[in-house]
């Protein structure tokens, strides 16, 4: 766990974790493919989720990923955090 908390303090250049830090810096500093966005997308349209919710299921892949020591966010931790959001 405190490897990952590095991994994100390293990334954004402070002690700051995923859910701190703003959206567009956490965009820029481990943007989505496109397939994952477009994935977003369809499931946000189809389950009617807001803005706020598609915002924390990004902030958790990226910490899942963080977790795993993937340096980008993966389709797998995506998922992960969809289903977490889902409990």
Request: with cysteine; net charge positive; aromatic share 6%.
């Amino acid at each position: 766990m405190e490897e990952a908390r590095n991994r994100q303090y390293d990334r954004y250049g402070m002690e700051v974790c995923n859910s701190r830090i703003p959206y567009e810096m956490l965009l820029r500093a481990s943007p989505l493919t496109d397939t994952q966005q477009s994935t977003l997308q369809r499931l946000a349209i189809k389950k009617s989720w807001s803005n706020r919710i598609q915002i924390k299921i990004i902030r958790l892949a990226r910490t899942i990923s963080d977790l795993q020591a993937s340096p980008a966010i993966t389709d797998q931790s995506i998922w992960e955090a969809v289903q977490l959001n889902e409990v």
